[in-house]
């Protein structure tokens, strides 16, 4: 047993804490809290996972990781520095994109049948124009021709009203029907708006509630689904468990590895990411965005489904 484990297993039997309240403390599994007892390091899955777990060990224990790193230097592995060009995360996050229907587009149906109608009442007008200046010649006609003929052009006059009667007739039952498909379409626009508005209100959030140390957590609302997906970008260590501590998936991952959960079933979820620079989260195809820029590569996750 190294001096560095026998330092840490002091201060944890100090505590009164067992290896197993220690896994659930740090999230790190009870093997390798007793490799780092033992100072069997080779058990890691990598340097840097090594010098992660002994600082979580430190601060659950309560010594200063750096002091430990300092005195033990020696014996701790040193993690080799590797460079990995990342895409900008603007990039990688998907836009969501809301459609909005303009509100212009709404009134169309209405104006297109107010036009309608003028175009119906102009005709009518000028139809009724036409009429009447053929109406009126045969009256001048009447004052010039002989007395025989006051019949015939009294007849004329009578055929003449009777079909601008049925002519603006009609007319009438040609805007009604008009009107009548007029505000169907304006109602269909109505209840395409209405839906739509429907769908935007029921659209999930996610927002961050509070970040205490290395630790964030955030609500997800507005969905009864709970799918997880983690695309990874590079090495980096990731362990998913519930609120009871049962562990979902962990382990190392490497650049491409993409991780696949369906959790709709839980309703809080924890993610122990070793690096989250080479860790992007979906919910539910929406990117988790990480704002705790202080907490350094290695933090924790929380999401809790609102009921």
Same mark, same amino acid.
């Given at each position: 047993?190294?001096?560095?484990?026998?330092?840490?297993k002091?201060a944890? &039997? &100090?505590?009164g804490?067992?290896?197993?309240e220690?896994?659930?403390?740090?999230?790190i599994q009870k093997?390798?809290?007793?490799?780092?007892?033992?100072?069997?390091?080779?058990?890691?899955?990598?340097?840097?996972y090594?010098?992660?777990?002994?600082?979580s060990?430190?601060?659950?224990?309560?010594?200063?990781?750096d002091?430990?790193?300092?005195?033990?230097k020696? &014996?701790?592995p040193q993690?080799?520095?590797?460079r990995?060009?990342l895409?900008?995360?603007?990039?990688?996050?998907?836009?969501r994109?809301?459609?909005r229907?303009?509100r212009?587009?709404? %009134?169309i149906?209405?104006?297109?049948?107010?036009?309608?109608?003028?175009v119906?009442?102009?005709?009518?007008?000028l %139809?009724?124009?036409?009429?009447s200046?053929?109406?009126?010649?045969?009256r001048?006609?009447?004052? !010039?021709?002989p007395?025989?003929?006051?019949?015939?052009?009294?007849?004329?006059?009578?055929?003449?009203?009777?079909g601008? !009667?049925?002519?603006?007739?009609n007319?009438?039952s040609?805007?009604d029907?008009?009107?009548?498909?007029?505000? !169907?379409?304006?109602n269909n626009?109505?209840s395409?708006?209405?839906?739509?508005?429907?769908? &935007?209100?029921v659209?999930?959030?996610?927002?961050l509630?509070s970040?205490?140390?290395?630790?964030?957590?955030?609500?997800?609302?507005?969905t009864?689904?709970? !799918?997880i997906?983690i695309?990874?970008a590079g090495?980096?260590?990731i362990?998913?468990?519930?609120?009871d501590?049962?562990?979902?998936?962990?382990?190392?991952?490497?650049q491409?590895?993409?991780?696949?959960l369906?959790?709709?079933?839980?309703s809080?979820?924890?993610?122990?990411l070793?690096?989250?620079?080479?860790?992007?989260i979906y919910?539910?195809?929406e990117?988790?965005?990480?704002?705790?820029?202080?907490?350094?590569v290695?933090?924790?996750?929380?999401?809790?489904?609102?009921?």
């Amino acid at each position: 047993m190294s001096e560095l484990g026998i330092r840490l297993k002091s201060a944890r &039997e &100090e505590k009164g804490y067992t290896l197993e309240e220690m896994q659930k403390v740090t999230k790190i599994q009870k093997r390798y809290l007793m490799a780092i007892e033992e100072g069997n390091f080779s058990k890691m899955p990598g340097e840097f996972y090594a010098r992660a777990f002994v600082k979580s060990y430190s601060e659950a224990v309560g010594l200063d990781p750096d002091m430990i790193f300092d005195e033990h230097k020696e &014996e701790l592995p040193q993690p080799k520095r590797e460079r990995v060009d990342l895409p900008p995360r603007v990039n990688r996050s998907k836009p969501r994109t809301v459609r909005r229907k303009s509100r212009f587009a709404s %009134f169309i149906p209405t104006i297109v049948l107010v036009i309608f109608l003028l175009v119906i009442a102009c005709g009518i007008w000028l %139809f009724n124009q036409g009429n009447s200046d053929d109406a009126s010649v045969p009256r001048e006609q009447q004052q !010039e021709q002989p007395s025989l003929e006051i019949t015939d052009s009294v007849n004329e006059e009578n055929e003449t009203v009777d079909g601008n !009667e049925e002519a603006v007739s009609n007319a009438s039952s040609e805007e009604d029907s008009s009107a009548a498909n007029g505000s !169907e379409n304006e109602n269909n626009a109505n209840s395409v708006e209405n839906n739509e508005e429907e769908e &935007e209100e029921v659209a999930q959030s996610m927002t961050l509630d509070s970040i205490e140390g290395n630790r964030s957590f955030y609500q997800l609302s507005g969905t009864d689904s709970f !799918e997880i997906r983690i695309e990874v970008a590079g090495d980096s260590w990731i362990g998913i468990s519930n609120s009871d501590g049962d562990s979902l998936h962990e382990g190392p991952h490497t650049q491409g590895d993409t991780v696949s959960l369906d959790v709709s079933d839980e309703s809080h979820i924890i993610f122990n990411l070793g690096n989250v620079t080479t860790a992007d989260i979906y919910i539910n195809d929406e990117l988790l965005e990480y704002q705790n820029d202080d907490a350094g590569v290695r933090q924790y996750v929380e999401v809790e489904l609102e009921s």
